[in-house]
């Protein structure tokens, strides 16, 4: 079995700006998963089990952190390719 890691998270972060300061709705969160595995994301309503999601598809932008999809940077792709791997 492959040992890399298909997708990796890494401290990533989403912040949504408000007049004063921002909400920080996602800091810090970090996981791999491999080929094969499976992984549950679970935790109070309002946690930001949500924001980890899209911001890992680029629903949504993040604020800060990596996200590697087979040790390619997802945030790199332009719009046709991210479009495919989707």
Do not use: Q, W
Not at 31 to 41: K, N, W
Request: proline letters at 1%.
């Amino acid at each position: 079995m492959d040992d890399r890691a298909l997708v990796e998270v890494r401290n990533l972060a989403k912040h949504f700006p408000l007049r004063r300061g921002a909400v920080r709705a996602v800091d810090g969160v970090t996981f791999s998963i491999r080929r094969g595995e499976a992984l549950g994301l679970v935790g109070e309503s309002g946690c930001g089990k949500t924001t980890v999601g899209r911001a890992i598809l680029r629903l949504t932008e993040k604020t800060a952190g990596d996200v590697l999809f087979d040790g390619n940077d997802f945030y790199a792709l332009d719009r046709r390719a991210l479009r495919a791997l989707r």
